[in-house]
């Protein structure tokens, strides 16, 4: 029990003894500087500085432009990786918006009075169709005629199957070389480029006075949903796609006010 006591009072001793730190010119051997001080004094000193660098690191990184430096400590709004995506999910969302604005115009010039297709009979669709062209054929809105409007013909072949609403052939098959480039009639906005298993690549334009053409069928389509495109430019290559095609062709349908038109009245394929 003594010899504890006796290795802790040596401990203590030695904390409290005093050192000097002299510092001595190597060549005259003549003190140049001195310093008295005791470990405990030392520890003390060591600890505190410790603890002052640690609390002028922290107010650098808090309260300074440094702490942006610092991988996961900046505020995230000023995050570079978080303002892209950001930006992203912006332009996306804009995307998103957009596509539902041209589907909904789309649906509501197909169907202007919003009768739920899906409840009527085959019979009954047809007929509410076929009594919509004969109430407006062949007029535009507020009485201006189809025939005043100078049509872009998208491309020259043969018609190998006419205009049968009865039959519920809304457009005209025309047959065309392979690889034949499709031109936009008018001035529009694309809001539909998209694939369907029954009518293969399918793109639709919405053009000024509620009118829509719809060219089915093609191999490759040249514009995307929500672009513009300028009269007579291409849009799109004829093809033989979806379950309905039996050959290269396109199919193409014109609608105005939700009522498909037959588009030989106003353009030649020849």
Not at 121 to 142: L, Q, V, Y
Not at 161 to 167: A, I, S, V
Request: charged share 25%; aromatic share 8%.
């Amino acid at each position: 029990m003594s010899h504890r006591q006796d290795n802790k009072a040596q401990k203590k001793s030695k904390l409290s003894d005093h050192y000097r730190l002299v510092v001595i010119d190597d060549d005259t051997l003549r003190e140049l500087r001195s310093t008295r001080f005791s470990l405990s004094r030392l520890l003390t000193g060591i600890v505190l500085a410790i603890l002052l660098i640690m609390g002028l690191t922290y107010c650098l990184i808090a309260f300074t432009p440094f702490r942006y430096l610092v991988p996961g400590y900046a505020e995230i709004t000023n995050n570079a990786i978080y303002i892209e995506l950001s930006e992203k999910i912006e332009g996306l969302e804009k995307d998103i918006n957009a596509q539902r604005t041209y589907t909904e115009g789309f649906k509501s010039l197909l169907n202007p009075s919003d009768t739920r297709i899906e409840n009527l009979s085959t019979e009954s669709r047809n007929g509410n169709i076929i009594s919509n062209i004969n109430a407006n054929k062949g007029m535009i809105s507020k009485g201006v005629s189809l025939e005043h409007y100078y049509f872009c013909t998208p491309l020259k072949g043969e018609i190998s199957k006419e205009f049968d609403p009865e039959k519920t052939h809304y457009g005209i098959d025309i047959v065309a070389p392979k690889d034949t480039p499709i031109q936009n009639i008018l001035d529009g906005v694309v809001i539909n480029s998209d694939w369907s298993d029954k009518t293969g690549h399918t793109i639709s334009v919405q053009h000024s006075s509620n009118l829509i053409s719809i060219f089915k069928h093609n191999s490759v389509l040249l514009k995307k949903t929500g672009e513009r495109v300028k009269k007579c430019e291409a849009i799109a290559i004829i093809g033989n796609t979806g379950e309905l095609s039996s050959g290269p062709h396109v199919h193409f349908e014109l609608w105005k006010d939700g009522v498909p038109t037959n588009p030989e009245n106003y353009l030649s394929f020849n």
